[in-house]
T-cell receptor, first 113, second 113 residues
Framework: GDSVTQMEGPVTLSEEAFLTINCTYTATGYPSLFWYVQYPGEGLQLLLK?????DKGSNKGFEATYRKETTSFHLEKGSVQVSDSAVYFC????????????FGQGTTLQVKP | DADVTQTPRNRITKTGKRIMLECSQTKGHDRMYWYRQDPGLGLRLIYYSFDVKDINKGEISDGYSVSRQAQAKFSLSLESAIPNQTALYFC????????????FGPGTRLTVT
């Protein structure tokens, strides 16, 4: 069945460092891919999405590119801030699977001043 | 105002009690979902509904029931709460295609003692 695998955390970075959180998926067909962010004490917010191969989703300085050849959707940011400290979830959905979201386990990011 | 609201935000209850968690949305979406989040396990789908008359079990529905009172309202009930149902519960909504991205409420923290 469909699945999403994220790198284990926590990831600890200094402010202004470069961020990469790896995400790979297993799915038949052509899923849509998402990154969600959960700030402390809050619900999940959609951060960015990509719907087809080679699409790049971007928002708030974060980017992720849909790589079908490597079944990956890695999240990147060039310069992280303390306010980016949160849990990040990679997820996929397939129309042929009724559109249900399949989530990765989540990766905790801690950014230190 | 928030598009997806959940009540209560926090609840402490005793083993064996019946409890209802409520979710309302103003996004006009047909699809609604209930998840629970446990540390290290990510989000797991409890129930989902594609419209008022279409309700489906998710991966961990045992011990839970739901009611879709209207397009905008989707309630989750624990008929007889047990301590291992202590978790963070999220409601979400999504449009019916094409990418099925989901929008989450702020969550209900439930503790069963």
């Amino acid at each position: 069945g469909d699945s999403v695998t994220q790198m284990e955390g926590p990831v600890t970075l200094s402010e202004e460092a470069f961020l990469t959180i790896n995400c790979t998926y297993t799915a038949t067909g052509y899923p849509s891919l998402f990154w969600y962010v959960q700030y402390p004490g809050e619900g999940l917010q959609l951060l960015l999405k990509a719907t087809k191969a080679d699409d790049k989703g971007s928002n708030k300085g974060f980017e992720a590119t849909y790589r079908k050849e490597t079944t990956s959707f890695h999240l990147e940011k060039g310069s992280v801030q303390v306010s980016d400290s949160a849990v990040y979830f990679c997820a996929l959905s397939r129309a042929s699977n009724t559109g249900k979201l399949i989530f990765g386990q989540g990766t905790t990011l801690q950014v230190k001043p | 105002d928030a598009d997806v609201t959940q009540t209560p935000r926090n609840r402490i209850t005793k083993t064996g009690k019946r409890i209802m968690l409520e979710c309302s949305q103003t996004k006009g979406h047909d699809r609604m979902y209930w998840y629970r989040q446990d540390p290290g396990l990510g989000l797991r789908l409890i129930y989902y509904s594609f419209d008022v008359k279409d309700i489906n079990k998710g991966e961990i529905s045992d011990g839970y029931s739901v009611s879709r009172q209207a397009q905008a309202k989707f309630s989750l009930s624990l008929e007889s709460a047990i301590p291992n149902q202590t978790a963070l519960y999220f409601c979400a909504t999504s449009p019916t295609g094409p990418t099925y991205e989901q929008y989450f409420g702020p969550g209900t923290r439930l503790t069963v003692t």
